[in-house]
């Protein structure tokens, strides 16, 4: 199994930037597809996008295609969620997890087997 951690969140004004990242231990990175997730306080975890374990290819969920940029370095045993231009609506917890099986475009929380314990990003106005 591998083990997650997230860190880089914090407290950004709307319109900034902020990158997260995830770095993983245990079993090779290289292995897993790797996903991000958010979860806003009372509401449900949300798919923000995916990255295969190449990283040739990514996929994003529409509320955030053209604004965030998901990566990673395997030989780092890193991921990576570039944020840009920020709302207060992107305010959640921030969550990487990891994945096996085959590449697909849409992916459930449920998919993803291991999960870091998350990073609070706030935006403020």
């Known amino acids: 199994q591998v083990q997650l951690e997230e860190s880089g969140g914090g407290l950004v004004q709307a319109g900034g930037s902020l990158r997260l990242s995830c770095a993983a231990s245990?079993?090779?990175?290289?292995?897993?597809?790797m996903g991000w997730f958010r979860q806003p306080p009372g509401k449900a975890r949300e798919f923000l996008g995916a990255i295969k374990w190449s990283g040739d290819s990514t996929v994003y969920a529409d509320s955030v295609k053209g604004r965030f940029t998901i990566s990673r370095d395997n030989g780092l045993g890193t991921l990576y969620l570039q944020m840009r231009s920020l709302k207060r609506e992107d305010t959640a917890g921030y969550y990487c997890a990891a994945a096996g099986g085959r590449w697909k475009e849409k992916w459930d929380p449920a998919e993803f087997a291991y999960w870091g314990q998350g990073t609070q990003v706030t935006v403020s106005s």
């Open positions: 245990g079993r090779p990175f290289s292995s897993y597809i």
